[in-house]
């Protein structure tokens, strides 16, 4: 049940429920709904949730199992997360949409897929829906 794995995963890295509702942009009243199970996750709201948690989507849903043995994970710098980003002054901002690419993206951008990978220091070709 992905309530139960919210909670956990909160409860793992120590976060509030204020914190995470802070990051979804909702009331902590609405997150602990979510959390208890008395209301549906949405979608968008559990991919943001794998972001915070650096999980795979198909875990906050309720798919599969992790194990958090690593603290490393904790350790990241999750600052860069909080909404809402302020981008710095002259910055092309583009979110990520649902069947959005690298090379969608940057053909919009007038890039070339390696230096839309390059401005944006990715290792990896995979998005994530909501990434700035």
Known sequence: MSSQR??????EFEYTQEFVAEY????RST??????GNIILPLEVASKL????????S????????????EHIKKIDYDY???????????NVYVVQSGDSLWSIARKLNLTVEELKAAN??????????QR
Do not use: K, M
Not at 59 to 70: A, E, N, P, S
Not at 81 to 87: S, V
Not at 121 to 130: K, M, V
């Open 121 to 130: 220091n990715l290792t990896s070709n995979l998005l994530t829906i909501g």
């Open 6 to 11: 919210i909670q956990h995963l909160r409860e």
């Open 50 to 57: 794998a972001v915070l948690y650096n999980v795979p989507l």
């Open 81 to 91: 997360l909080r909404f809402p980003y302020i981008p710095p002054e002259g910055a």
């Open 31 to 36: 997150y602990a709904n979510w959390e208890t």
């Open 59 to 70: 875990f906050i849903l309720g798919v599969g199992t992790i194990h958090l043995v690593d």
């Open 24 to 27: 979804l942009e909702c009331s």
